[in-house]
């Protein structure tokens, strides 16, 4: 049974752990999106073949997020087997289902995306209707599958930690 100590120690490990992956998961991104971009624009050159540049990027960006995260997120956790699994699994399963359905349900917010377009307008910015309906629901889609994996890996991914006293 844990302590009021003990409690407050594991609070405060999660509240590290949620600054290091947002710090860690911003910088995937900007990786995963030059990754992308120089495959892209100076490897494939085919803009029929987006779709494999996209892959290629998210899969590096997947094995680089697994490495990152278990040496300096969750550094104090040892991973087990099973997380691994769990951890690319769940990735796969993102990917798969979870983003295009996110992404799907939050491109319906049409008034929300006029309105983001009339200011645009009125500013005189060179944003389209599509960008911005297509920018707002990857924003959405990606605010809510962060605080997904933050929970999933902090929860079946990288295990208990070490020091933890039952």
Known sequence: ??????????????????????II??????????????????IIKNSNLL??????????TTILAYILHSKITWKERKPTKQGI????????????????GLTQFFSIFTSLYQFGYNISQAMHL?????FIQST?????????TTILNFLFYDRFVFGKTKNMVK
């Open 25 to 42: 998961g911003i910088g995937l991104a900007i990786f995963n999106y030059v990754t992308y971009a120089i495959i892209a624009n100076l």
């Open 85 to 100: 699994y769990r951890f690319f699994i769940w990735n796969i399963l993102l990917t798969i289902a979870i983003n295009p």
């Open 136 to 144: 707002g629901a990857f924003v959405l889609t990606a605010i809510i």
């Open 1 to 22: 049974m844990e302590s009021a100590k003990d409690t407050d120690k594991n609070d405060v490990k999660t509240s590290t752990h949620a600054g290091r992956y947002l």
């Open 51 to 60: 779709w494999l540049s996209s892959f290629i990027a998210s899969a590096l």
């Open 126 to 130: 060179p944003f389209s209707y599509e």
